[in-house]
């Protein structure tokens, strides 16, 4: 059982109760015995008067509605300002989520992190981070109505899990190959029927953007003579990705039909489709597939661009130069935090009268014997 007691002041507001004022959320000692009864984890936002950031944070939960609800239906909300000693309390059992400020944590029932990080989430990614961990949470919190046992389909909980890690990792295929399978059972469904679905809906809404956006910059591409080639690679990538999306991958397909037929293009398109192929191959650890790919391209279409860009690449790969990697998610929306300095305790009357006598003795010494007096600070 999460047992913390440290005096917080008193302040309860009822489960149910929006947050229009996200200032007098409840407090821990309310809050945990809320948590304990209800299951739902309790989610603290850190923040702190001085920082921008974390009045813009407190401002979205005073005045969006879905937040507020996303925030009541699903979590015990509480308040802490890191200048204070309460949220050196928290920190010192849950550990500080990052280098800036606001801070949000989720602690389940029991004491478990279930997440914490550094800066809030803009847009809608505040909304999916709620919805996310209220999934991750279980039947007891996902559930959107019905009976206290109707919960998340845990399968599809893992689904999203992994989806959103792979989108994170930018491993959009494998992220596709995940979500695909959910796509038709999301679709036929009139509306979500707990939080796991809603947030399946969003996750397949933003590989469907991006599958798109990835199909405009394809198209705009084609369209400029001198950039057709990379056209098609960029055309061949999205269809690797996105293709398997129903909402994305006949449109690829309709693009490319476009321009089979032509000799020309005919050429591109099977020298873009290998080299995409050596690229699907790149591996960290190994890339002699996708060197093997890129030489087979050199061999079949000499003196072409695509024999040059297969040539280039090979020089790269034995240089060391790896696919790109994913780089760490910056935290935005931050401000630095220092933790608060910690006054010196106030001296006691003893502490006082012995510094004092100290003091007169340092000044005789300093007067009589110089050389002694230069010890006299040590003590």
Known sequence: MMRVRIGWTVAVLAASLLVTDYAKAQVLDAAVVESQRTGKPILAICTSESCPPCRALKQRFATDSEIQQLANTHFVPI???????????????????????????????????????????????L????????????????????????????????????????????????????????????????KPKHAAEKLLVQVIAKL?????????AAKKKLKDDEKQFFGLLALMKTKREFGSL??????????????????????????????????????????????????????????????????????????????AETQPASE??????????????????????KATADLKMANLYVKSWPDMAASMPKR
């Open 332 to 353: 935005p929306n931050t401000v630095p935090y220092e933790p608060p300095v910690q006054p010196e305790p106030e001296a006691s009357p003893e502490q006082r009268e």
């Open 79 to 125: 308040n802490l300002d890191v200048n204070t000693p309460d949220f050196q309390t928290w920190s010192s059992k849950f550990g500080v989520a990052g280098k800036g400020i606001p801070m949000i944590y989720f602690v389940s029932s029991t004491g478990e992190v279930l997440h914490k990080q550094s800066g809030a989430p803009s847009g809608q990614g």
């Open 208 to 216: 469907n953007r991006s599958g798109e956006a990835s199909l405009r």
């Open 127 to 190: 909304n999916r981070l709620l919805l996310q961990v209220a999934a991750q949470a279980g039947p007891a919190v996902a559930k959107q109505g019905g009976d206290a046992n109707d919960g998340p389909d845990k399968e599809m909980v893992a689904a999203v899990r992994e989806a959103n890690q792979l989108i994170t990792e930018r491993k959009i295929p494998q992220a596709v190959e995940v979500i695909v399978p959910y796509a038709d059972q999301i679709k036929e469904a009139a």
């Open 246 to 323: 129903p909402a994305v991958g006949p449109k690829v397909d309709g693009e490319l039909d476009v321009y089979r037929g032509d000799p020309k293009m005919e050429s591109w398109l099977v020298q873009a489709e290998m080299i995409d192929d050596g690229r699907a191959a790149e591996n960290p650890e190994d890339n002699d597939d996708a060197v093997a790919k890129y030489r087979k391209v050199i061999q079949a279409y000499p003196d072409t661009i695509g024999s040059k860009l297969c040539s280039m690449r090979i020089e790269q790969l034995d240089a060391g130069e790896t696919p």
